[in-house]
């Protein structure tokens, strides 16, 4: 069942994914060569827990930490470690937070030194897509209107789509109905009102869509082993029309 919330719920919800925007953003200031994602793990759990927050992935389902670090062909949940970035490598960072009951979920794909004009092509289009997803997510649109364009961006730039692992809704738990995929048809599925907020995050590969999952149960690497991109937002349908939750100096725009 689709949970819509109150503008008091929104509100609330407005710190936690501050808290995941501001954490994202100093991580992203420390992405360099040499680093571990383990490192990049420990700073992300004292930047949110500085700013009043609970890790939301720590511990969930078992996972281990509070950061999921996915490098290269690897797509979503890959676990930090001693691995140390390489430049050339591309990283995708992914947390959440909670505050109050409430959740915020972000996730950005970072560039580790000089990579190449393929991987900055993947993460352009990547992110270019979810913006697509999230100008569909008006009052009065279908689910699948934000589905079709994610898809529709991705694919007409060549690139697979990830089936297998979607979006979602979120509030007072991590992961509510409905469920967003990447893909589908325009004006299928429900219809989008206020009081709707999604996490949108498109999954993009640079060869095929599909994907397996390694033996520790969590990484989702590429079956081709070619290389991924994630990103994510947060986002609201106010009475003031769409607003990304998880934009450090926010957004909206008319509905």
């Known amino acids: 069942m689709i949970h819509i919330k109150t503008p008091e719920e929104i509100e609330k919800m407005r710190r936690p994914n501050r808290i995941v925007a501001e954490t994202l953003h100093c991580l992203i200031a420390h992405v360099e060569e040499g680093i ?22 720590k511990g969930y389902r078992g996972f281990p930490c509070t950061l999921c670090t ?6 979503v ?14 990283v995708g960072l992914d947390l959440g937070a909670r505050v109050d009951g409430y959740y915020g979920d972000s996730a950005v794909t970072v560039p580790v030194g000089e990579v190449s004009q393929e991987s900055w092509r993947l993460l352009d289009v990547t992110e270019k897509a979810l913006f697509m997803g999230i100008a569909q997510m008006k009052e009065g649109n ?5 589905s079709h364009a994610i898809q529709s961006y991705a694919e007409g730039h060549g690139y697979g789509v990830v089936r297998v692992f979607v979006g979602h809704g979120i509030g007072q738990a991590l992961h509510e109905d ?18 709707f907020v999604l996490a949108l995050e498109p ?15 969590w990484t989702v690497v590429t079956a081709d082993g070619k290389r991924s991109a994630h990103f994510e937002h947060t986002v609201a349908i106010t009475d003031q029309g769409t607003e990304i939750l998880t934009l450090r100096d926010g957004f909206s725009a008319s509905a």
């Open 36 to 57: 571990t994602t383990r490192e990049l793990d420990a700073m992300a759990e004292a930047c949110i827990r500085e700013r009043g927050g609970i890790p939301a992935f």
């Open 142 to 146: 279908h689910l699948g209107d934000v």
């Open 70 to 75: 996915s490098i290269n062909e690897e797509v």
């Open 203 to 217: 999954m993009v590969n640079a060869g095929t869509h599909d994907v397996r999952i390694l033996s520790d149960q």
């Open 77 to 90: 949940h890959g676990i930090p470690s001693k691995r140390k970035l390489r430049s050339g490598d591309i």
């Open 178 to 195: 409905p469920q967003v995929p990447n893909f589908g048809t325009a004006g299928s599925g429900p219809r989008l009102r206020r009081g």
